[in-house]
């Protein structure tokens, strides 16, 4: 079973270059640091530091495990936090982050619930790739991100997602286009399309995107990407104003302006998948994360 201490005494080797500086690092003796090196080496089942006449180095093998290591530390440490802020006032903090739209509608009651359980909320609002990264570097405990079906967002290993809910995308078109007496789109009616210019995401790589691109490129059809906006209120302004076409997420349908009308889409990959995305322990998600996912599902049911 791994001890944090070895993961630390191996932690204070690599910043000092020594044993004996790590032992003062640390305030143990240097028989201690040598002791949590050793077990720790043979835990592993190879040498974790190269030991010279100039002091000790950590090998290619040591280097992996402190990288990892300091992942496991932190962790322990953001743990030990917790529990002592919510055992001293009786509450907890979690570190949330999620995508303007679906905090927009859905965390007024994420925050209403979490409040009654003694969990409060530091939120942060980004896009999408920057939530995949602080969550991959541990300064978010959680966010609720999106991606579609067979997109896979670049998360370590060690992150959980949990689906919370399947968001349909509808066609905005203006009211005067041609196609806008259709009631639905299937694949070949968007392919129609081709000719008539497109609202995309003001940010590069979104999948949305990347969706309309894969299906019209599947079809070896183009088309013309005329503005790109992520507020998708400013999106249906532009399609009202006759300038184009785009994908509006159900969720975000609140409001549509006059001159704008909204047609839902049959092909089921035109659909955005909502995740929770977190880091699971050996013991699976913490307590307070799950507390996060229900407060989500009931903010999500309340949407109706």
């Known amino acids: 079973m791994l001890d944090p201490r070895q993961l630390q005494a191996l932690a204070a080797v690599a910043a000092e270059g020594s044993v004996a500086r790590a032992a003062k690092r640390l305030g143990w003796s240097q028989p201690t640091v040598d002791y949590h090196l050793r077990a720790l080496d043979k835990l592993v089942g190879s040498r974790l530091t190269a030991r010279?006449?100039?002091?000790?180095?950590?090998?290619?093998?040591?280097?992996?495990?402190?990288?990892?290591?300091?992942?496991?530390?932190?962790?322990?440490?953001?743990?030990?936090?917790?529990v002592r802020e919510f055992a001293h006032v009786g509450r907890t903090r979690l570190r949330f982050g999620s995508f303007p739209t679906a905090a927009a509608r859905l965390l007024p009651g994420i925050v209403s619930r979490l409040s009654e359980v003694g969990i409060e909320l530091d939120v942060t609002l980004e896009e999408i790739a920057p939530l995949v990264s602080r969550v991959n570097q541990h300064t978010?405990?959680?966010?609720?991100?999106?991606?579609?079906?067979?997109?896979?967002?670049?998360?370590?290993?060690?992150?959980?997602?949990?689906?919370?809910?399947?968001?349909?995308?509808?066609?905005?078109?203006?009211a005067t286009h041609p196609a806008a007496a259709r009631e639905s789109f299937d694949t070949a009616a968007l392919l129609a399309l081709e000719t008539t210019p497109w609202v995309f995401s003001a940010t590069p790589g979104d999948t949305l995107d990347a969706v309309v691109l894969d299906v019209f490129a599947e079809a070896g059809r183009r088309f013309e990407v005329a503005i790109r906006t992520d507020d998708y209120s400013v999106a249906l302004g532009m399609v009202a104003a006759g300038m184009g076409v785009a994908l509006i997420p159900q969720l975000a349908t609140g409001s549509v302006p006059h001159g704008a009308v909204l047609r839902p889409i049959e092909d089921p990959r035109f659909?955005?998948?909502?995740?929770?995305?977190?880091?699971?322990?050996?013991?699976?998600?913490?307590?307070?994360?799950?507390?996060?996912?229900?407060?989500?599902?009931?903010?999500?049911?309340a949407l109706g």
């Open 52 to 82: 010279s006449a100039r002091g000790s180095v950590l090998t290619a093998a040591g280097s992996l495990m402190l990288e990892r290591g300091e992942d496991i530390l932190a962790l322990s440490e953001r743990a030990l936090a917790d």
């Open 271 to 301: 659909a955005r998948e909502i995740l929770l995305a977190a880091q699971e322990g050996p013991g699976g998600l913490p307590a307070a994360v799950r507390q996060l996912a229900e407060a989500v599902r009931r903010a999500i049911s």
């Open 140 to 174: 978010l405990d959680a966010a609720l991100v999106y991606t579609a079906s067979g997109y896979d967002l670049p998360f370590r290993a060690e992150v959980r997602t949990t689906r919370m809910l399947t968001d349909p995308l509808m066609l905005a078109l203006p």
